[in-house]
């Protein structure tokens, strides 16, 4: 009598399946929805500060050359944290007598607490392309520029699409990434201390199907140095990788892991972030929302975030786009 009453105080084995049944709606109604694309932009520069996410687009719809900082915790919605350089404001920008300045594709880094945004002054012709730098002490601004450009195109070089990678197996030693489009070459340099004037120049071999959008990464022992190839208004615009070990190289090419598909054309100008809480690994890029292969393409681009899978040698698997 005793064993049947403890039995009939649990609860039936049909309550246990509906629960979980429960349980498992209840999760699907609220995972995040497909949230591809973000936002509109293009050129986006993603870094992981802390437990958060900040972006660094080129700013959609601004007829100013303005620089603006996002922030999110999801890598989906994004909030807009204002804007943290002006370059109206920079008088070194105004130097070269161009009546029209744009605001290209910056990149942050940061290293002893500091933040350093690099960014490409546009335009590219007739007056040379520059890049610039700008200092914090928060990655959501404002940045103080440096005072000068940090380096000027010519000579069949842009100085365009800037990334810096502070390498953690070298006691923080920073790398510069720079070029390419027209001129489609890549210099790399070594960053002084300061992280707003060189060391020295690095001489590299140039990458096979190197355009422009440079980016470069570590997972474990391996350097990926990533980039865009093509034209960046039509479906030849298409992201490729090469491995090495060290951050200059040699390279090793591997191919191409983001291309045009049936709905999405020209992706590209990305780059690469570990989110520190999974170790899970990120690609943020932009696209053009058309099925249409004519070009060139118009209007706006936008910003798409797909997760990356590598294979046992450490390679990174061909990425399909998502809506």
Excluded at 183 to 209: H, N, T, Y
């Amino acid at each position: 009598m005793h064993s049947h009453a403890v039995q009939d105080s649990f609860p039936h084995p049909r309550f246990f399946l509906l629960l979980m049944r429960a349980l498992l709606l209840l999760s699907l109604l609220t995972l995040p929805l497909p949230a591809n694309p973000v936002m509109d932009g293009a050129d986006p520069h993603v870094a992981a500060v802390g437990r958060e996410f900040w972006l660094y687009p080129t700013e959609p719809h601004s007829r100013q050359p303005i620089f603006a900082a996002y922030r999110s915790t999801d890598l989906k919605n994004w909030k807009r944290q204002g804007t943290i350089l002006d370059l109206d404001k920079v008088p070194w920008v105004k130097a070269d007598g161009a009546p029209y300045h744009g605001a290209w594709a910056p990149a942050l880094a940061t290293k002893k607490g500091k933040f350093y945004l690099y960014y490409s002054v546009g335009p590219q012709n007739p007056t040379p392309s520059r890049i610039g730098v700008a200092v914090s002490n928060s990655p959501g601004g404002p940045f103080t520029d440096s005072g000068k450009a940090l380096l000027t195109g010519g000579d069949g070089f842009e100085a365009i699409d800037p990334m810096v990678f502070v390498d953690p197996t070298q006691g923080s030693k920073a790398w510069f990434y720079a070029g390419g489009s027209a001129g489609a070459k890549l210099r790399v340099f070594e960053m002084a201390e300061d992280m707003v004037s060189f060391k020295k120049e690095v001489e590299i071999a140039q990458p096979p199907k190197f355009t422009e959008g440079v980016f470069m990464h570590l997972r474990e022992k391996t350097y990926y140095l990533s980039y865009s190839s093509g034209k960046w208004n039509d479906s030849t615009y298409s992201v490729h990788y090469c491995t090495a070990p060290s951050p200059t190289g040699p390279w090793q090419y591997r191919g191409c892991i983001l291309q045009s598909d049936e709905k999405h054309q020209g992706p590209g100008h990305h780059s690469f972030v570990e989110d520190p809480r999974t170790r899970d690994w990120y690609i943020v890029y932009h696209r053009w929302e058309t099925s249409k292969k004519e070009t060139p393409f118009r209007g706006g681009r936008k910003l798409a975030v797909e997760k990356i899978e590598y294979d046992d040698k450490g390679l990174i698997k061909p990425i399909k786009m998502t809506d």
